[in-house]
């Protein structure tokens, strides 16, 4: 009988703990149900497995702390309920000073709080407002993002992120344009007065040389002396050459500019071109070689003056007892194909040494002396003038002795 009643006792320990466990459970279960504490259910080989999530809270307090922006809760007037330590730092106030001020009183102008709170009515959260600091006189640009927290909770949330670095850029940037545009002023009044002159060159300098030219054809060199004649030939070629250079000088300043763009024909543009130079052509019995050619879109004037220059070159620099061969066609397969157009234009004439390729496209630079071929070290200048003009690119290859190719690049 003794035994019975012990194990009765036992019983009835045993039922009272389990229904304190089950009391438990129906309150966490309950507390999930109305929201006071946040769950997971984990499913573990069929049986479902509850874990309360007590830390959550915690948790997210910890993430606003360390939230690298302002964030406050404020009631509807502005007061502050709430503020994390990095708004703190931003004012320059402890943020246990802050709670309980309102938030209008760190706004350079206080009545901006009413019309950030009317502007939710609208649905336009997002503001930038001027910040007050506990340093002297220092403010700080912000942008403040509003939340209506109702009717969860009775309050606004509010984020403050600080737009001063922001702000720096933009205004570095805004100088960087206003000094590019002085820049750009300046250049225009450079550019005109480049205009000018080279209107007066190209009419008031001319104007003497042909007179010069015009009168030393006229002088009677008969009763002149050997030496006399002489010296008025070297005159004259003086003047001529530099008649020739104020023209080029003109040709090269007019390639600065855009001009009007339309289909071009390089086929037809190189036929003209051949026509022009017909005299020098049959002169030195100059073959030519042209393959297949596309249409570009181009101007049609500087495309003449373009493979006027080049092909004037190649018969100028052949070899005295070799007629010169020159081969115009488009390379279709090599390396960028898919964005450019390249022309080559190759002759088989004296050639160049490697050291001279990177200086044939400065203007002016000669490398050849002014008794053994004419010109002025314009004309390549031009060449590359027109292809950047176009959004293109020239390049030459050279062997001494060889022959010269020209590779011409055209956008697609």
């Known amino acids: 009988m003794s035994d019975n009643n012990k194990h009765i006792e036992s019983l009835l320990k045993e039922i009272a703990a389990l229904k304190e466990e089950l009391h438990e459970s129906n309150s966490i279960v309950e507390a999930i149900k109305v929201g006071d504490v946040d769950a997971l259910v984990v499913n573990t080989n069929g049986i479902p497995q509850l874990y309360s999530l007590e830390t959550a809270d915690y948790t997210f307090r910890l993430l606003i702390e360390k939230f690298r922006q302002g964030a406050l809760s404020i009631s509807r007037n502005g007061l502050i309920l709430y503020c994390n330590d990095y708004f703190s730092e931003l004012v320059g106030v402890p943020s246990e000073k802050i709670i309980g001020n309102y938030l209008q009183e760190y706004f350079n ?38 939340t209506d927290l109702e009717p969860s909770v009775q309050g606004l949330g509010i984020v403050v992120t600080d737009l001063t670095e922001k702000k720096k850029h933009e205004n570095a940037l805004i100088q960087h344009q206003k000094d590019l545009e002085e820049k750009i002023n300046e250049l225009n ?93 049959n002169d030195k019995k100059a073959n030519f070689e042209i393959g297949k050619l596309p249409v570009l879109q181009a101007s049609k004037v500087q495309m003449r003056q373009l493979f006027s220059n080049l092909i004037s070159n190649a018969i100028k620099y052949s070899k005295e007892d070799i007629p010169p061969v020159i081969q115009i ?6 390396e960028s194909a898919d964005k450019f157009v390249k022309i080559q234009i190759k002759d088989n004439g004296i050639g160049m040494e490697k050291n001279h390729l990177l200086k044939i496209f400065t203007i002016f630079q000669r490398l050849h002396a002014k008794n053994e071929y004419s010109g002025n070290g314009i004309g390549l200048a031009i060449c590359k003038k027109i292809m950047e003009n176009h959004s293109g690119n020239i390049t030459v290859e050279s062997t001494l002795n060889q022959g010269t190719t020209f590779n011409l690049y055209f956008p697609i």
């Open 329 to 334: 066609f488009q390379i279709e397969d090599f």
């Open 109 to 146: 102008n206080p009545d901006h709080l009413v019309s950030l709170i009317e502007a939710l009515k609208y649905g336009i959260s997002t503001h930038e407002i001027l910040f007050k600091t506990n340093y002297s006189t220092k403010t700080f640009p912000a942008s403040i993002s509003v």
């Open 189 to 281: 009044r450079i550019n005109k007065n480049l205009e000018e002159f080279i209107h007066v060159i190209s009419h008031d300098l001319k104007e003497p040389l042909r007179k010069i030219v015009m009168y030393n054809e006229r002088i009677n060199k008969t009763d002149l002396s050997e030496t006399d004649t002489k010296y008025l030939n070297v005159m004259k070629l003086s003047a001529l050459r530099l008649n020739s250079l104020v023209d080029d000088l003109v040709n090269y300043s007019s390639h600065t500019k855009q001009e009007e763009r339309t289909q071009v024909n390089l086929v037809e543009i190189i036929t003209e071109v051949n026509e022009d130079l017909e005299i020098i052509i």
